[in-house]
């Protein structure tokens, strides 16, 4: 199966696969997600234990399992193709769980450090850059593009907001379609 690379959906969940494929093998397995959680867990100083690393792994899991089922193949592992249709798919299928709901406030919970439910820019620079390795000048654009209200700081709403426009809108210029970094040719 062949998505179409320029829809700009398929665009935004394609940078998404190539992040998460950090030994570049051309697959996303689940321990490309236990490197994601790996990740968090360094940049926020976790212990394991932790329950924001409880819950954050828990939906990460129930993430990767719904894209598989969505996959629609019986590999543990997934190309960028089968990928991106299958988190296309997983993300708008809402009968088991809401992964556009649910994911994002478990990784607030784990980036809002002080528990004040906002993100300061020091937090989301250690979400955007240690965890999803984007650059300090796209970091900070997409923060500033985030805080809808220009307080300074990104609310949980604002979050939850992004994660929407990332999966859902068709505009890569919409201030969600920025989480993940600024996209590649946009």
């Keep these: 199966m062949t998505t179409a690379t320029s829809d700009p959906i398929n665009i935004k969940i394609g ?38 690393v409880a819950a954050l792994t828990a939906t990460y899991a129930i993430s990767w399992q719904e894209i598989l089922r969505h996959a629609g193949s019986s590999s543990d592992r997934l190309t960028k193709d089968e990928y991106v249709a299958a988190t296309r798919l997983a993300s708008i ?64 709403q604002e979050f939850i907001r992004a994660f929407r426009e990332f999966y859902f809108s068709s505009d890569l210029h919409a201030p969600g379609s920025l989480l993940f970094g600024r996209l590649v040719g946009a």
């Design 15 to 52: 940078q998404v696969f190539d992040t998460l494929d950090a030994n570049q093998d051309g697959y996303v397995d689940w321990s490309d997600y236990q490197r994601l959680i790996d990740r968090h867990i360094s940049a926020y100083r976790l212990d394991r234990n932790d329950r924001r």
């Design 93 to 156: 299928d809402t009968s088991r769980i809401n992964l556009i709901e649910g994911l994002p406030h478990a990784v607030f919970d784990v980036i809002d450090v002080n528990g004040d439910n906002e993100v300061s820019g020091d937090e989301f620079a250690r979400y955007t850059q240690d965890v999803w390795g984007i650059a300090a000048p796209d970091a900070l654009e997409a923060f500033t593009a985030l805080d809808i209200d220009g307080d300074g700081l990104i609310s949980r």
